[in-house]
Protein backbone atom coordinates (compact mmCIF):
# COMPACT_ATOMS: atom_id res chain seq x y z
CA UNK A 1 0.00 0.00 0.00
CA UNK A 2 1.09 3.24 -0.93
CA UNK A 3 1.69 5.55 1.92
CA UNK A 4 2.05 9.30 2.17
CA UNK A 5 5.95 9.70 2.11
CA UNK A 6 7.38 8.72 -1.85
CA UNK A 7 11.02 9.03 -0.15
CA UNK A 8 11.82 7.80 3.56
CA UNK A 9 11.29 10.84 5.73
CA UNK A 10 14.15 9.37 7.38
CA UNK A 11 16.32 11.11 5.38
CA UNK A 12 15.57 14.93 6.49
CA UNK A 13 15.93 13.44 9.94
CA UNK A 14 18.81 15.66 11.32
CA UNK A 15 21.76 13.95 12.98
CA UNK A 16 23.81 14.71 15.93
CA UNK A 17 27.46 14.68 15.60
CA UNK A 18 27.56 11.76 18.62
CA UNK A 19 28.26 8.02 17.72
CA UNK A 20 24.59 6.93 17.58
CA UNK A 21 24.56 3.31 19.46
CA UNK A 22 21.88 0.68 18.64
CA UNK A 23 21.43 -0.94 21.77
CA UNK A 24 19.77 -4.22 23.15
CA UNK A 25 17.16 -3.31 25.97
CA UNK A 26 19.67 -4.28 28.81
CA UNK A 27 22.09 -2.06 27.44
CA UNK A 28 19.95 0.99 26.98
CA UNK A 29 17.98 1.13 30.07
CA UNK A 30 20.63 3.18 31.70
CA UNK A 31 21.24 5.74 29.54
CA UNK A 32 17.34 6.15 28.59
CA UNK A 33 16.64 6.52 32.40
CA UNK A 34 19.94 8.56 33.23
CA UNK A 35 21.38 10.04 30.54
CA UNK A 36 21.64 13.85 29.61
CA UNK A 37 19.21 15.02 26.39
CA UNK A 38 21.51 16.84 24.15
CA UNK A 39 19.20 17.68 21.15
CA UNK A 40 16.24 16.30 18.73
CA UNK A 41 13.22 17.07 16.64
CA UNK A 42 10.15 16.78 16.54
CA UNK A 43 8.42 13.62 14.32
CA UNK A 44 6.13 14.70 11.23
CA UNK A 45 3.73 12.93 12.29
CA UNK A 46 1.14 11.98 15.08
CA UNK A 47 -1.61 13.59 17.09
CA UNK A 48 0.69 14.52 20.25
CA UNK A 49 3.38 16.21 20.28
CA UNK A 50 5.85 13.64 19.43
CA UNK A 51 9.91 14.28 19.65
CA UNK A 52 12.76 11.88 18.43
CA UNK A 53 15.47 12.52 21.07
CA UNK A 54 19.07 12.18 21.60
CA UNK A 55 20.37 10.84 24.72
CA UNK A 56 23.90 10.84 26.09
CA UNK A 57 25.30 6.74 26.52
CA UNK A 58 28.79 7.55 26.75
CA UNK A 59 31.21 10.09 25.89
CA UNK A 60 30.23 10.61 22.32
CA UNK A 61 27.99 8.40 21.63
CA UNK A 62 24.20 8.48 22.50
CA UNK A 63 21.00 6.17 21.51
CA UNK A 64 17.71 7.89 19.90
CA UNK A 65 14.70 7.57 21.34
CA UNK A 66 11.00 8.88 21.18
CA UNK A 67 9.48 10.97 23.68
CA UNK A 68 5.96 11.87 24.55
CA UNK A 69 5.30 14.55 27.31
CA UNK A 70 2.32 14.47 28.91
CA UNK A 71 1.89 18.36 28.79
CA UNK A 72 1.81 17.60 24.91
CA UNK A 73 -0.95 15.38 24.97
CA UNK A 74 -4.07 16.69 23.22
CA UNK A 75 -7.42 16.70 25.48
CA UNK A 76 -9.80 13.79 24.86
CA UNK A 77 -13.40 13.40 25.38
CA UNK A 78 -12.73 9.29 26.63
CA UNK A 79 -9.65 9.28 28.22
CA UNK A 80 -8.44 10.78 31.32
CA UNK A 81 -6.22 14.12 30.23
CA UNK A 82 -2.60 14.04 31.05
CA UNK A 83 -2.80 9.99 31.61
CA UNK A 84 -1.28 8.31 27.59
CA UNK A 85 2.30 8.55 28.59
CA UNK A 86 1.54 5.83 31.49
CA UNK A 87 -0.47 4.04 29.33
CA UNK A 88 2.48 3.51 26.76
CA UNK A 89 4.23 2.12 29.60
CA UNK A 90 1.44 0.14 31.26
CA UNK A 91 1.31 -1.52 27.58
CA UNK A 92 5.19 -2.11 27.22
CA UNK A 93 4.90 -3.57 30.56
CA UNK A 94 1.84 -5.67 29.72
CA UNK A 95 3.80 -7.14 26.92
CA UNK A 96 7.22 -8.40 28.93
CA UNK A 97 4.44 -10.20 31.31
CA UNK A 98 3.36 -12.02 28.52
CA UNK A 99 6.06 -12.58 26.04
CA UNK A 100 4.21 -10.83 23.23
CA UNK A 101 4.35 -8.38 20.63
CA UNK A 102 7.71 -6.85 20.61
CA UNK A 103 7.34 -3.34 22.01
CA UNK A 104 10.28 -1.18 22.19
CA UNK A 105 11.97 -0.26 25.64
CA UNK A 106 9.69 2.11 27.33
CA UNK A 107 10.25 4.10 30.44
CA UNK A 108 8.81 7.27 32.33
CA UNK A 109 11.15 9.99 32.55
CA UNK A 110 11.39 14.09 32.82
CA UNK A 111 12.28 15.19 29.21
CA UNK A 112 12.92 18.96 27.89
CA UNK A 113 8.88 19.57 27.89
CA UNK A 114 8.51 17.89 31.67
CA UNK A 115 7.66 14.02 32.28
CA UNK A 116 6.23 11.75 29.39
CA UNK A 117 7.41 8.05 27.44
CA UNK A 118 10.62 7.37 26.70
CA UNK A 119 11.23 4.74 24.32
CA UNK A 120 14.00 2.86 22.96
CA UNK A 121 13.66 4.34 19.01
CA UNK A 122 14.13 1.90 16.32
CA UNK A 123 15.32 2.28 13.10
CA UNK A 124 12.77 0.77 10.78
CA UNK A 125 11.16 2.51 7.36
CA UNK A 126 8.00 4.38 8.32
CA UNK A 127 6.35 4.03 4.92
CA UNK A 128 6.19 -0.38 5.58
CA UNK A 129 2.90 -0.90 7.65
CA UNK A 130 0.80 -3.27 8.45
CA UNK A 131 -0.91 -3.29 5.21
CA UNK A 132 2.79 -4.65 3.51
CA UNK A 133 3.15 -7.06 6.20
CA UNK A 134 -0.66 -9.21 6.47
CA UNK A 135 0.11 -11.35 3.27
CA UNK A 136 3.66 -12.51 4.61
CA UNK A 137 3.12 -12.56 8.14
CA UNK A 138 -0.11 -13.37 9.32
CA UNK A 139 1.47 -15.36 12.41
CA UNK A 140 3.38 -12.90 13.61
CA UNK A 141 0.87 -10.17 13.21
CA UNK A 142 -1.98 -12.79 15.38
CA UNK A 143 -0.56 -11.48 18.64
CA UNK A 144 -0.66 -8.15 18.13
CA UNK A 145 -4.32 -8.69 17.36
CA UNK A 146 -4.88 -10.50 20.45
CA UNK A 147 -3.20 -8.26 22.72
CA UNK A 148 -5.03 -4.80 21.10
CA UNK A 149 -8.09 -6.82 22.27
CA UNK A 150 -5.98 -7.74 25.69
CA UNK A 151 -5.52 -3.98 26.09
CA UNK A 152 -8.15 -2.59 24.41
CA UNK A 153 -6.32 -0.71 22.14
CA UNK A 154 -8.44 2.27 20.72
CA UNK A 155 -5.74 3.44 18.00
CA UNK A 156 -4.20 0.51 16.18
CA UNK A 157 -3.04 2.74 12.57
CA UNK A 158 -1.36 0.20 10.21
CA UNK A 159 1.98 2.56 11.16
CA UNK A 160 1.75 1.24 14.55
CA UNK A 161 3.13 -2.38 13.06
CA UNK A 162 6.71 -1.84 12.16
CA UNK A 163 9.15 -4.21 10.72
CA UNK A 164 12.99 -3.92 11.37
CA UNK A 165 15.89 -4.85 9.59
CA UNK A 166 15.89 -8.09 10.82
CA UNK A 167 12.28 -9.00 9.72
CA UNK A 168 11.30 -8.84 13.42
CA UNK A 169 7.62 -7.37 13.44
CA UNK A 170 7.31 -4.60 16.33
CA UNK A 171 4.51 -2.60 18.01
CA UNK A 172 4.07 0.83 19.02
CA UNK A 173 1.97 3.64 20.22
CA UNK A 174 -0.16 2.50 23.37
CA UNK A 175 -1.06 5.59 24.23
CA UNK A 176 -4.96 5.00 24.34
CA UNK A 177 -5.31 1.38 25.76
CA UNK A 178 -6.41 0.17 28.97
CA UNK A 179 -9.74 1.96 28.63
CA UNK A 180 -12.45 0.10 30.91
CA UNK A 181 -15.61 0.43 28.02
CA UNK A 182 -14.78 -1.24 25.02
CA UNK A 183 -13.05 1.29 22.71
CA UNK A 184 -11.31 -1.18 20.40
CA UNK A 185 -10.17 0.80 17.01
CA UNK A 186 -7.98 -2.05 14.72
CA UNK A 187 -7.16 -2.14 10.73
CA UNK A 188 -6.39 -5.90 11.58
CA UNK A 189 -9.76 -7.18 10.66
CA UNK A 190 -8.75 -10.04 8.80
CA UNK A 191 -8.24 -11.62 12.73
CA UNK A 192 -11.90 -11.07 13.31
CA UNK A 193 -13.25 -14.96 14.22
CA UNK A 194 -10.46 -16.89 14.12
CA UNK A 195 -9.35 -18.80 17.29
CA UNK A 196 -6.46 -17.42 19.33
CA UNK A 197 -3.22 -19.91 19.58
CA UNK A 198 -3.17 -21.88 22.63
CA UNK A 199 0.31 -20.88 23.13
CA UNK A 200 -1.00 -17.78 23.71
CA UNK A 201 -3.76 -18.63 25.66
CA UNK A 202 -1.07 -20.35 28.11
CA UNK A 203 0.73 -16.92 28.10
CA UNK A 204 -2.35 -15.10 29.18
CA UNK A 205 -3.24 -17.71 31.76
CA UNK A 206 0.12 -17.14 32.99
CA UNK A 207 -0.53 -13.08 33.53
CA UNK A 208 -3.62 -14.10 35.41
CA UNK A 209 -1.64 -15.60 37.69
CA UNK A 210 0.71 -12.85 38.03
CA UNK A 211 -2.39 -10.17 38.50
CA UNK A 212 -3.74 -12.03 41.31
CA UNK A 213 -1.03 -11.94 42.76
CA UNK A 214 0.89 -8.70 42.38
CA UNK A 215 -0.81 -5.80 40.37
CA UNK A 216 1.10 -2.82 42.10
CA UNK A 217 3.52 -1.71 39.45
CA UNK A 218 0.55 -1.30 36.84
CA UNK A 219 -1.66 0.47 39.53
CA UNK A 220 0.70 3.54 39.32
CA UNK A 221 0.50 3.74 35.53
CA UNK A 222 -3.50 3.12 35.54
CA UNK A 223 -6.44 3.00 37.91
CA UNK A 224 -8.23 0.30 39.81
CA UNK A 225 -11.11 0.09 37.97
CA UNK A 226 -9.14 -0.10 34.30
CA UNK A 227 -6.61 -3.15 36.24
CA UNK A 228 -10.22 -4.28 36.87
CA UNK A 229 -11.45 -4.50 33.20
CA UNK A 230 -8.30 -5.59 32.22
CA UNK A 231 -8.49 -8.81 34.10
CA UNK A 232 -11.90 -9.00 33.22
CA UNK A 233 -11.07 -9.29 29.49
CA UNK A 234 -8.50 -11.68 30.55
CA UNK A 235 -10.88 -13.70 31.70
CA UNK A 236 -13.25 -13.88 28.87
CA UNK A 237 -10.36 -14.25 26.52
CA UNK A 238 -9.24 -17.16 28.26
CA UNK A 239 -12.95 -18.84 28.02
CA UNK A 240 -13.87 -17.80 24.63
CA UNK A 241 -10.30 -18.14 22.75
CA UNK A 242 -12.22 -16.70 19.95
CA UNK A 243 -11.21 -13.25 17.87
CA UNK A 244 -15.11 -11.04 18.25
CA UNK A 245 -16.54 -9.63 15.20
CA UNK A 246 -15.86 -6.76 14.66
CA UNK A 247 -17.54 -3.28 13.03
CA UNK A 248 -15.90 -2.24 9.69
CA UNK A 249 -17.86 0.84 10.29
CA UNK A 250 -17.10 1.56 14.19
CA UNK A 251 -14.07 -0.43 14.89
CA UNK A 252 -11.30 1.58 12.74
CA UNK A 253 -8.87 4.07 13.62
CA UNK A 254 -8.74 7.21 11.04
CA UNK A 255 -6.44 7.50 9.56
CA UNK A 256 -5.88 3.95 8.63
CA UNK A 257 -1.99 4.69 8.13
Known amino acids: MQTQYPIDPRKNFPLPEEEILNLEPT ?5 LTNGKVIGGHTMPWGSNYTFLLWVT ?20 RDFPAGTLYKREQAAYEV ?11 TIIREGPYGVGSMQLYL ?8 FDMRDDSPDGLFSLAVFDLLVNNADRKAGHC ?15 TFHPAFKMRTVMMEYCGQE ?23 GLLISIEEIKALARRLDRIIENPIMPILDPNVNIPWPLV
Request: include cysteine; charge should be negative.
Open 95 to 105: SKLLGWPNIPL
Open 57 to 76: AGENQCVRAIYKPKEGEKPL
Open 27 to 31: EALAP
Open 123 to 130: DCDPRITY
Open 162 to 176: LLDGFKNIWSIDHGL
Open 196 to 218: IPPTLIADMKNLKAYLNEDYKSL
